[in-house]
């Protein structure tokens, strides 16, 4: 066989290797686009921040939610946090989060998926076929905020107000939001609904509270 024949077979191969394994640049993220309107904060490219990432967007914006502790929502291709909050603060939470939930920690390449093996979710690299369990950070604070469910009562201290007017509080790790109140005022709240770490209750006992 000619040595013409040997390189033929080695371009073929090297035409047929995954474009991971043949770009080692460093992974890096769109450049965030951050507008602050008055207490909100708005990134305007969220989607495309998540579309490189390749992570379901409700995911990322669920930890990004319970990292700064604000509520927010996506509207579209951007994500609204109902916080002021500087591109410093955003571009760390992000960061934490790509390094939790996408980096591969061997081969330091973002081609991964998750999995989930019982209760534990494993990160699975698609490059050299790596994996580890995903170990989320835990807050300094105590854990038993796992233990709200719809029905407790608990007492808040409405700190803030959101988008639609509903007051809004915090218990533990959650957002509570609370139509009817006012900011200032502490009330006992029944949970009716919990999604994420937001919580939705309605006003048993006022206590006027200012």
């Known amino acids: 066989m000619t040595d013409d024949y040997y390189v ?51 995911h990322v914006l669920q930890y990004l939610l319970r990292e700064l502790g604000t509520p927010g929502n996506i509207e579209g291709r951007r994500s609204v946090l109902k916080a002021k909050l500087s591109i410093t603060q955003i571009s760390e939470r992000i960061q934490e989060y790509t390094d939790m939930f996408v980096i591969c920690s061997e081969c330091g390449l973002p081609d991964t998926h998750m999995l989930k093996e019982g209760r534990t979710h494993v990160l699975e690299c698609e490059a050299c076929g790596a994996r580890r369990p995903i170990n989320a950070r835990k807050s300094s604070k105590s854990d038993t905020s796992s233990d709200l469910r719809a029905g407790d009562v608990i007492e808040v201290l409405i700190h803030d107000m959101g988008k639609k007017g509903d007051g809004v509080g915090k218990y533990q790790s959650y957002l509570v939001v609370v139509p009817g109140t006012v900011k200032g005022t502490r009330v006992k709240v029944k949970i009716t609904n919990i999604s994420g770490t937001t919580a939705f209750g309605s006003v048993t006992q006022d206590e006027t509270t200012r």
Request: glycine share 2%.
């Open 8 to 58: 033929s077979l080695l371009d073929r191969a090297k035409n047929c290797l995954p474009e991971t394994i043949e770009n080692h640049e460093r992974f890096s993220l769109p450049e965030m686009d951050v507008l602050q309107e008055g207490k909100i904060t708005v990134i305007r490219n969220f989607i495309d921040i998540t579309d490189r990432l390749r992570r379901d967007p409700q």
